[in-house]
Nanobody, 121 residues
Framework: QVQLVESGGGLVQAGGSLRLSCAAS????????MGWYRQAPGKQRELVAA???????NYADSVKGRFTISRDNAKNTVYLQMNSLIPEDTAVYYC???????????????WGQGTQVTVSS
């Protein structure tokens, strides 16, 4: 069994900051990419940022220069530092991990339960 547990969401005023964390636990052999997605009401889920096991990062254009993704491989944890938040960042944020549960297994996608981020104007 694998679990991804997110924390750090909440309500913040425009211009403020939040830091999301996501810890993967359970039967894990290795983790490839980890990332953050978000879904606003009435919209499709979209990629916010991703990071490979080697530290290479990728960001949505809408968050470049404001958000920073990082990870601690020893703790199987990924972070999302969100600065200069705007109301358009309001969404449920989901953690994602592409991981291998055991040697010889193929990688699979796992998702967290989501954490609400609300930015007030």
């Amino acid at each position: 069994q694998v679990q991804l547990v997110e924390s750090g969401g909440g309500l913040v005023q425009a211009g403020g900051s939040l830091r999301l964390s996501c810890a993967a636990s359970g039967s894990i052999f290795s983790i490839n990419a980890m990332g953050w997605y978000r879904q606003a009401p009435g919209k499709q889920r979209e990629l916010v940022a991703a990071i490979t096991s080697g530290g290479r990062t990728n960001y949505a254009d809408s968050v470049k220069g404001r958000f920073t993704i990082s990870r601690d491989n020893a703790k199987n944890t990924v972070y999302l530092q969100m600065n200069s938040l705007i109301p358009e960042d309001t969404a449920v944020y989901y953690c994602n991990a592409d991981l291998v549960r055991s040697r010889g297994y193929l990688p699979n996608d796992y998702w967290g339960q989501g954490t609400q981020v609300t930015v007030s104007s």
